[in-house]
């Protein structure tokens, strides 16, 4: 007696993709790839900008306010962000720093030092802090200084 089945036997075909279907799916992947490699400044320079935004008008606060607490003001212009990381040497008996994580001043995004005045020309009453900004110059109009959130909160 041999089984039967009711059912026919149907020959099995494997599904895959085509040809087509996978260059077509390559064509639209090399596109966005294309797409996110022009915008590649766009969309990571605004994140750099962000960044030294953060630093001027928040990061730098903490330490700035706990150096003037220490010595009684600001570090002055000549002496710089230097004085949180090393005492000045007229008035390192009062100074308690470093005040800085890891004794160090970081860069801006464009690898270029964090500027600093004391007194402030925008700032009359504190300090300035600014970045060159992406084209390294100084004084231009892509700088990003702590004095355009003071003048908003005025």
Do not use: C
């Amino acid at each position: 007696m041999s089984y039967v089945s009711r059912f026919p036997r149907r020959a099995s075909r494997a599904r895959g993709f085509t040809l087509l279907e996978i260059l077509v799916v390559l064509a639209i992947v090399g596109m966005l790839v294309g797409l996110a490699v022009g915008n590649f400044d766009k969309i990571f320079g605004n994140a750099q900008e962000k960044v030294a935004h953060t630093f001027v008008n928040s990061s730098m606060k903490a330490p700035l306010m706990a150096y003037r607490m220490d010595m009684g003001d600001y570090p002055s212009s000549a002496e710089g962000l230097q004085a949180l990381v090393a005492a000045p040497q007229s008035r390192g008996d009062r100074w308690k720093g470093p005040y800085v994580t890891d004794g160090v001043i970081p860069p801006d995004p464009w690898n270029e030092p964090y500027q600093y005045r004391y007194p402030g020309t925008h700032n009359k009453s504190g300090f300035d802090l600014w970045s060159k900004g992406r084209d390294k110059q100084d004084g231009t109009a892509d700088d990003i200084g702590n004095w355009a959130e003071a003048a908003a909160a005025k």
